[in-house]
């Protein structure tokens, strides 16, 4: 089973980058974004269990979060361009400060001491790339379309993580979160 930890902002911020999103639906008719209401967010950690979701391991992982996360404050993020992924996913780039940096190895270190979770490989210290995908499952002509839209219109967003949520994924299913201060 596949799980995520996602990284929620402030509702202000998800204003911003759902225009984003709207405007790349509008400019390429890919809507998949919007029609499965996928949130702003960054996926921090992405991890397999060969476990139901009620094993002792992922309430292990929800008490080693808690124990990282009750002293962790919410944190200020900037995007500062877009990019693309493997010709199918556009995405808005936030820099990689220390918080971000900070927040995704003490979670990484929570979900590494699980000795049954295999992380993914793009979700590994420095050989992550923070990102918020704003279009996906895209095709060339329409990941050239939506690029353009989105750089004739971008400006930098400056904006809080505010929540961070553990997550069954396909389907999706939230299993906790935590709300930072």
């Keep these: 089973m596949k799980y995520l ?14 225009e984003y999103m709207k405007a790349v639906a509008n400019a390429t008719g890919n809507d998949y974004m919007l029609t499965n209401s996928v949130p702003p967010h960054i996926t921090i950690s992405s991890f397999e269990l060969n476990k139901a979701e009620d094993s002792p391991e992922i309430r292990r992982l929800e008490q080693s979060m808690e124990a990282v996360l009750r002293n962790t404050c919410a944190g200020e993020l900037q995007w500062v361009g877009c990019g693309a992924f493997m010709s199918s996913v556009l995405y808005l780039a936030p820099v990689l400060n220390e918080y ?4 995704m190895e003490k979670l990484y270190a929570c979900v590494s001491d699980c000795p049954d979770a295999v992380i993914s490989r793009y979700y590994r210290p420095y050989e992550w790339l923070a990102h918020t995908t704003i279009g996906k499952k895209m095709s060339a002509e329409e990941l050239t379309k939506g690029f353009d839209a989105v750089q004739g219109s971008f400006y930098i967003i400056k904006g809080k993580v505010v929540r961070i949520g553990l997550a069954k994924a396909n389907p999706y299913e939230e299993i906790c979160e935590w709300i930072l201060k």
Excluded: G, M, W
């Excluded at 930890?5 to 759902?18: C, E, P």
């Excluded at 971000?100 to 927040?103: A, D, E, F, I």
């Design 5 to 18: 930890i996602s990284l929620y902002f402030d509702d202000n911020t998800n204003k911003k980058i759902l």
């Design 100 to 103: 971000l940096q900070t927040l």
